[in-house]
């Protein structure tokens, strides 16, 4: 099991950017992929973005390829979500979340055993 705490979110405008930042504790962190999922009033969570363990892999929801990128640092156990060009749809509450599985490609939200409390993002038009 792996401990996580998101930071950064908060209220911007349309077209301002946030970056999020997840710090994890409890486990071999460079060994399992790491995600980003959001979840919107009345929406199912989605995944939103993943990385490997190496951080060699990524992937990203269509609903936001070229505004966010995900970044790992295994040396500081950190992952974090740079989010750019930020628009009123992307307001949610966003969760970072560690796989409990090993390899690559990470799909599902079963795949992910470990979860941060949650961070507020809220967009302004």
């Known amino acids: 099991q792996v401990q996580l705490v998101e930071s950064g979110g908060g209220l911007v405008q349309a077209g301002d950017s946030l970056r999020l930042s997840c710090a994890a504790t409890?486990?071999?962190?460079?060994?399992?992929?790491m995600g980003w999922f959001r979840q919107a009033p009345g929406k199912e969570r989605e995944l939103v973005t993943a990385?490997?363990?190496?951080?060699?892999?990524?992937s990203y929801a269509d609903s936001v390829k070229g505004r966010f990128t995900i970044s790992r640092d295994n040396a500081k156990n950190t992952v974090a979500l740079q989010m750019n060009s930020l628009k009123p749809e992307d307001t949610a509450v966003y969760y970072c979340?560690?796989?409990?599985?090993?390899?690559?490609?990470?799909?599902?939200?079963?795949?992910?055993?470990?979860w941060g409390q949650g961070t507020q993002v809220t967009v302004s038009s």
């Open positions: 979340a560690a796989a409990d599985r090993l390899g690559w490609p990470i799909r599902r939200s079963s795949d992910f055993g470990s």
């Open positions: 409890g486990r071999t962190f460079r060994s399992y992929a």
């Open positions: 990385i490997s363990g190496s951080g060699g892999y990524t």
